[in-house]
């Protein structure tokens, strides 16, 4: 389509909306981006979902789709490289979008408690990325739209994979779920993978309007770059973990607790300045109270509006490194970076 009427603005608006506000709400409450992005994918499709019922036709037949998903014969137009992000949140039924999320959710959260938020995110961006390229790639004339997060589902296993393939983590798998290990999961994916593009080559199958090959670029491009992205994530890389599901958490947690940092030493006295009044009473009860981690974070923000920068004595601000608060100078890290 042309020309955008005020219904499609606002349609796309509404689209754009439920993708974002579950990243904000994820930043403002430092809560799982893995998660954020499972509700993220929801609203959309549900968005989706419901422009497809007032207007009468499948999820994969709206304009949205045309609009919005990956056609390969077009890419080469930096115009509509818009395309390589906007596809990946569309999906073509509720059986698409679900499987998506069930990777997301499911393989999503523990790695992101092994990688932190951030190197996730990127992880995440890595595999719809290579998904669409292997697919433009491998399909360089066509016109019919891509869409789907699968690719991005398939980032996370391949990551997953190449980090701590040893992890087991509960997943529907071989008709059973329970705690399969990473190596397990993606062998059984991959090699459904491989049969169904076999079938499909050897015209044992139907005709099929599964992206496979996006599947392979997203898993094999976060495979190949997981490794230099992990380096200086809160878990080490290859480190064998046991535990699965509340297990791993509570490992997660304990060595989060290790690296909380000591409260003895404040750099305000050693600085010279020490605190007073409201301040140093919330120092005080910091260092009683601030052996867990939502407590001492509790208390570090109250610090942070409480207190300035003992170097320069500008604003400092209570940041989350993983699990872990601190207090950090807005104009220097070198000033305040503390405990």
């Not at 609009?67 to 698409?96: C, N, Q």
């Not at 990325?129 to 066509?142: F, L, Y």
């Not at 699990?323 to 950090?328: H, S």
Request: charged share 15%; glycine share 8%.
């Amino acid at each position: 389509m042309s020309v955008l009427d005020w219904s499609d603005i606002l349609l796309l608006t509404a689209m754009l909306s439920a993708a974002i506000a579950p990243f904000i709400w994820a930043e403002h409450s430092k809560t799982s981006v893995a998660l954020a992005t499972v509700l993220s994918l929801l609203l959309v499709s549900f968005v989706q979902f419901a422009e497809s019922i007032l207007g009468g036709y499948a999820m994969s037949h709206s304009w949205v789709v045309d609009f919005l998903g990956i056609k390969p014969s077009i890419m080469a137009d930096p115009a509509e490289s818009y395309r390589m992000v906007t596809a990946a949140w569309l999906h073509a039924d509720w059986l698409h979008v679900l499987f998506n999320i069930l990777v997301v959710a499911l393989v999503g959260v523990p790695l992101e408690q092994r990688l932190g938020s951030r190197r996730w995110m990127m992880v995440y961006f890595l595999g719809f990325i290579g998904g669409n390229i292997a697919w433009i790639i491998s399909h360089p004339e066509s016109s019919i739209p891509a869409i789907g997060a699968s690719g991005a589902a398939f980032g996370i296993l391949g990551a997953y994979m190449a980090c701590w393939p040893e992890d087991k983590i509960e997943f529907p798998l071989l008709f059973l779920i329970r705690a399969w290990p990473v190596w397990l999961i993606v062998f059984v994916r991959l090699g459904l993978e491989v049969l169904q593009i076999y079938e499909l080559q050897s015209a044992t199958a139907g005709d099929s309007n599964v992206a496979h090959m996006a599947h392979f670029g997203g898993f094999f491009l976060a495979y190949l770059l997981a490794r230099p992205l992990a380096r200086g994530a809160p878990s080490p890389l290859d480190e064998v973990s046991g535990a699965s599901g509340m297990g791993r958490s509570m490992a997660m947690r304990e060595q989060a607790t290790s690296r909380m940092g000591s409260l003895e030493e404040d750099p305000w006295t050693l600085s010279g300045k020490p605190l007073h009044g409201a301040a140093a009473r919330i120092l005080s009860r910091l260092r009683e109270e601030g052996d867990e981690l939502e407590t001492r974070r509790a208390w570090l923000e109250e610090l942070s509006e409480n207190a300035i920068c003992p170097i320069c004595d500008g604003e400092i601000v209570a940041e989350m490194n993983g699990e872990v608060c601190r207090l950090r100078c807005t104009l220097s890290g070198s000033h305040l970076n503390w405990p």
